[in-house]
C-alpha cells in the first residue's frame, strides 16, 4: 500500500490575527493536488486554532503544537487532549525538538504524552531528531532509535501516527540534510520499526522530514523512497508552502 503524501506547516510561535487571516487566505485560493495524492495539516499557536479551523479549507486540517501529559486540572497554562478533542482539532505535533531542548522534555516525557493523546483519539505527529554534536559523533540513529523507541514502548496502534524526522542542526538554520542524508535515517527509521514494532508498521507508518525544507529542495528530498512528506517551519508562513504541498506529485510520477 502506498503510503499517502503528509505535509504539516508548523507556525511555531508566530502571527497576528490579520497575518493569519492573510496565511489561511493565501492557503484556501491555491491549487494543490487532491487529498487522495497529498494531506495537509497546518498548525498555528493555540490561540488562533478556532480561527484556523473555522476559516480554513475543508481539504486541509489543523494540528495544536503540543498538549498536556494527561487529563487537565491543576496545570496553569497546559492545555489538554480533551480539549482538542472537544474543539475538533484533529492533530497534535508532540516532542518537538524545539520543547525537547528548551523545555526540557525527555524521550520518556514525549512517550507518554503520544500514547495520552493518541488514547483521546488525537493524530499525533511525532518528532524525532539529533543534535549535530550527536550526528558528528556518529551517533544519529542511536539518538533517533531511543526517541522512537520511548514511543514505541507506549503505543500499540501506529495508524494515528506520522513520524517526523528533523536533524535539529537543520532546522531554521538554512542548513538542510541532504536528499542522501534525510534517505538513510528515514531507510534506518523503516527498518527499526520492522524489527522492534511490525513489518506492517515499518510499511505503512509516514515518516516525514522536517528542517529548513523550501520550495526550492523540496521535489528532490519528497522524490527520495522513504521520504513520505514534510514538516515545514519558516517556509510554512509564505506562499512558497503551496510549491511544498505540489512537491506531492513526485510520488505520483514515481
Not at 503528509?6 to 497575518?19: L, P, Q, R, S, Y
Not at 544519529?140 to 514511543?151: F, G
Not at 510554512?236 to 505520483?252: Q, Y
Request: hydrophobic letters at 45%; charged letters at 20%; glycine letters at 8%.
Amino acid at each position: 500500500m502506498a503510503r499517502k503524501f503528509f505535509v504539516g506547516g508548523n507556525w511555531k510561535c508566530n502571527g497576528t490575527a490579520e497575518e493569519v487571516k492573510k496565511i489561511v487566505n493565501t492557503l484556501n485560493e491555491a491549487q494543490v493536488p487532491s487529498q487522495d495524492v497529498v494531506e495537509v495539516v497546518v498548525s498555528p499557536p493555540y490561540v488562533f486554532l478556532p480561527m484556523v479551523k473555522s476559516i480554513l479549507r475543508p481539504d486541509f486540517h489543523v494540528a495544536a503544537q503540543n498538549c498536556w501529559v494527561k487529563k487537565g486540572g491543576a496545570f496553569t497554562g497546559e492545555v489538554s487532549a480533551e480539549m482538542l478533542v472537544n474543539l475538533d482539532i484533529p492533530w497534535v505535533i508532540l516532542g518537538h525538538s524545539e520543547r525537547r531542548a528548551l523545555l526540557n522534555e525527555t524521550n520518556e516525557f514525549v512517550g507518554d504524552k503520544v500514547a495520552y493523546a493518541l488514547s483521546k483519539g488525537l493524530k499525533v505527529i511525532a518528532c524525532v531528531g539529533e543534535t549535530l554534536e550527536q550526528r558528528e559523533s556518529g551517533s544519529t540513529m542511536d539518538v533517533v532509535a531511543a526517541q522512537t523507541k520511548a514511543i514505541a514502548d507506549r503505543v500499540s496502534n501506529w495508524s494515528d501516527v506520522v513520524i517526523a524526522y528533523e536533524p535539529v542542526w537543520a532546522i531554521g538554520t538554512g542548513k538542510v540534510a541532504s536528499p542522501a542524508q534525510a534517505q538513510e535515517v528515514h531507510d534506518e527509521l523503516r527498518k527499526w520499526l520492522a524489527k522492534n514494532v511490525s513489518a506492517d508498521v515499518a510499511a505503512t507508518t509516514r515518516i516525514i522530514y522536517g528542517g529548513s525544507v523550501n520550495g526550492g529542495n523540496c521535489k528532490e528530498l519528497g522524490g527520495q523512497a522513504d521520504v513520505d512528506g514534510f514538516l515545514v517551519g519558516g517556509a510554512s508562513l509564505k506562499p512558497e508552502f503551496i510549491d511544498i504541498i505540489k512537491a506531492a506529485e513526485v510520488k505520483k510520477s514515481a
